[in-house]
Each structure stands twice: as structure tokens, then as C-alpha cells.
């Protein structure tokens, strides 16, 4: 039996942990992945907005935070495979059969990329489906590459790709795309790009790796298959609550609704980051959101 339970250990659930620590609360974390940090080991770029350090990339930043809770007291376990999670008992079975007990539990479970469902998406990944244009770039040089998304980090990581590329084909449903000015001022401009708007890619279809997708565009008579030998998805992210839905009240996009001292609708159950912050999740609102529910829980056992 813990007093705190965390599930995930981006920065809102390490700064919950090393507030929790702090406040004296017999605490331990739980993982799904082998290394923690969540999003930020997505990050490529510096983070200059996180104030009190400048880091060049995510895993950067990560690694400050890493430093700061290594003196901490807290249990953390990675590489955690969770089975089913009673939120009412505060009860968390492991696939290893474990059973866990705690008197509160904090949600820090962040988000995931949204994929597409379609056939070849599971099959092609790291097989021609890239994670990132920033990171797998030089692999990409000279191949024609196909980026799935409307928003901004489509049209950046288009851009980005554009310059190793010979073509870049950015497939869009809307008919407008919801990238900022600065990147659909410099799509039309750049030659290696072709915007697909009002399409959909049905298919991304090989062998051993990614050589077409299948696409559908708006007015055309059926879908044309497009030889491309990369693949990069970016059609944003959803909440980690499939877990935990039907136990506590979340919102139509599946977000857990918090108050203002981070509980959610279940006593002693609290949620922080960006799992329950759909309008602006930041790493600030993150780590600030850790401490909240850390000092809540604090103050309601007495310590
Ligand atoms: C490319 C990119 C650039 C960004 N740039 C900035 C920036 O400049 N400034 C800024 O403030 N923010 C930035 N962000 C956003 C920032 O990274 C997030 O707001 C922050 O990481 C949210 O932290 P979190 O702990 O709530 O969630 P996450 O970082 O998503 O961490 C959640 C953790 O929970 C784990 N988890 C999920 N489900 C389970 C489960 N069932 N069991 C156990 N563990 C689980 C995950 O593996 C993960 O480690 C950026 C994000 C991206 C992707």
C-alpha cells in the first residue's frame, strides 16, 4: 500500500513524484515505457520556453529533470505493463499479475500520437513510416516522401523534408490547411511541394518497405496509387484514457475533466498535464499541475 500511486512519468508525473517526495508521501510511478520523459523525447527542437533552462532538444530538458530527482526518495518503475486499474479501490493490477494499493492515485498518463487505421500504418512502421522529419532526415535524402496532416507540424516537417527530398507530397482532408501563416506561405513557394487538399490516403501499401501509398482526392473519378519510399504521419495527438474511460468523467475528445485543485469526478483521483489540459498543454502547465495535486493530496492526508 502507497500512498500515491502515479501512473506515467513525463513531466507532469516526475514533478507530481518529486513533489510528493518532498511533501513525505510514501510514493511510486509507473512507466509503460523503458525511459522517462513522455513527449520530450520527441522534441527536437531547443526548448527555450520552460523557464529557468534552455535546452537544445527535449531529451535535454529530460535529463535536467532526471538530475534533479536522482536525490529522490520515490519508487519508479518502467517498462510497466498495466492490466486494469480499479480507480475507485485505487487498485492498479500488472500484466505481471502484481497487484498495487494506494490512498490516492494521479493520472499523468499525457498523449499519443492519432493514427490513421489504415492498412500498412502498423505493418510499415520504421519500415518506411518515419517518426520524425528532424530525426530520420538523413535516411530520407533522395527519396520521395509523403507527410499526412493539415496542421503545423505537417507543413513544418514537410518543409524540413523538402530540403533532402526530391518530392514532398502533403496530403490534407481539409480544404484549408490549419497550419500557421509562416509555413503555408512557404509550401506553394517551395518546388520539391505538392499540397494534396480535400485527399485522403486509404493505404500505404509494400513489400519489405513502404513503396506507394493509395490516395483519394476530392472530384477524382478513384484512387491513384503514388510511389513514395517514406511515410510520416502527423494528424495530432489523443489523450492515454482508454484505460481509465468509463471509471471518471472526461470530455467528448476523451480528456479527463479536473478542477481547479487537479481532482477529477473519483475521490482521491487526480489528473495533471496534458491528459486533462486539451486547450494549452505546456511542460509549465505540466509540472505546475504535478505539484498541485501532490500538495492536495498532501494537505487532505495531514503531512
Ligand atoms: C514536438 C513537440 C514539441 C513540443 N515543444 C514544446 C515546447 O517548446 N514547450 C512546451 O512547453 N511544450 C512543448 N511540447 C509539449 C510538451 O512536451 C507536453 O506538454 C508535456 O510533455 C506534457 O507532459 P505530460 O507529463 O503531461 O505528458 P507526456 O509527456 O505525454 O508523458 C506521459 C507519460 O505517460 C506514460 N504513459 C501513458 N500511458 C501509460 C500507461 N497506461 N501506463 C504507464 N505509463 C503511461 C507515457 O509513456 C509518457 O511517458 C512539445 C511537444 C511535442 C510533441
Redesign the pocket.
Known amino acids: 500500500m502507497h500512498d500515491v500511486l502515479i501512473?506515467?512519468?513525463?513531466?507532469?508525473?516526475?514533478s507530481a513524484a518529486r513533489w510528493c517526495d518532498e511533501l513525505g508521501l510514501d510514493t511510486l510511478v509507473?512507466?509503460?515505457?523503458e525511459e522517462?520523459?513522455?513527449?520530450?523525447l520527441?522534441?527536437?527542437?531547443p526548448?527555450?520556453?520552460?523557464l529557468g533552462i534552455h535546452a537544445t532538444n527535449?531529451a535535454e530538458l529530460r535529463d535536467h529533470f532526471v538530475d534533479q530527482i536522482k536525490t529522490s526518495d520515490f519508487d519508479l518503475w518502467t517498462n510497466?505493463?498495466?492490466e486494469s486499474v480499479d480507480l475507485k479501490a485505487k487498485r492498479v493490477i500488472l500484466k505481471s499479475g502484481e497487484e498495487l494499493r494506494s490512498i490516492a492515485t494521479i493520472i499523468?498518463?499525457?498523449?499519443?500520437r492519432r493514427r490513421l487505421g489504415i492498412p500498412g500504418e502498423t505493418e510499415f512502421e520504421g519500415r518506411g513510416i518515419i517518426e520524425s522529419g528532424a530525426r530520420d532526415r538523413d535516411s530520407l535524402k533522395g527519396k520521395d516522401v509523403c507527410v499526412i496532416g493539415g496542421g503545423d507540424?505537417a507543413a513544418e516537417n514537410a518543409l524540413l523534408l523538402a530540403e533532402v527530398c526530391p518530392t514532398v507530397t502533403l496530403v490534407h482532408r481539409g480544404r484549408k490547411m490549419q497550419a500557421r501563416r509562416e509555413f503555408t506561405e512557404a509550401l506553394p513557394t517551395n518546388h520539391c511541394v505538392t499540397v494534396f487538399p480535400e485527399s485522403v490516403v486509404h493505404r500505404i501499401i509494400g513489400s519489405e518497405q513502404v513503396e506507394a501509398v493509395e490516395i483519394e482526392r476530392a472530384g477524382a473519378i478513384k484512387p491513384f496509387q503514388m510511389a513514395v519510399q517514406g511515410v510520416l504521419i502527423r494528424i495530432g495527438?489523443e489523450p492515454?484514457t482508454d484505460?481509465i474511460s468509463g471509471q471518471l468523467e472526461l470530455d467528448e475528445l476523451s480528456y479527463v475533466i479536473v478542477g481547479s485543485q487537479q481532482e477529477t469526478s473519483v475521490a482521491n483521483v487526480f489528473a495533471?498535464?496534458?491528459?486533462a489540459?486539451p486547450l494549452a498543454?505546456?511542460?509549465?502547465?505540466?509540472v505546475g499541475?504535478?505539484a498541485t495535486a501532490a500538495k492536495v493530496i498532501a494537505s487532505r492526508l495531514g503531512r
Open positions: 501512473i506515467g512519468a513525463g513531466p507532469a508525473g516526475l509507473l512507466e509503460q515505457q522517462v520523459g513522455g513527449q520530450l520527441s522534441v527536437h527542437n526548448i527555450n520556453n520552460y527535449g510497466v505493463e498495466i499523468a498518463t499525457g498523449l499519443r507540424a495527438w492515454n484505460f495533471v498535464g496534458d491528459v489540459n498543454p505546456t511542460i509549465a502547465g505540466a499541475a504535478g
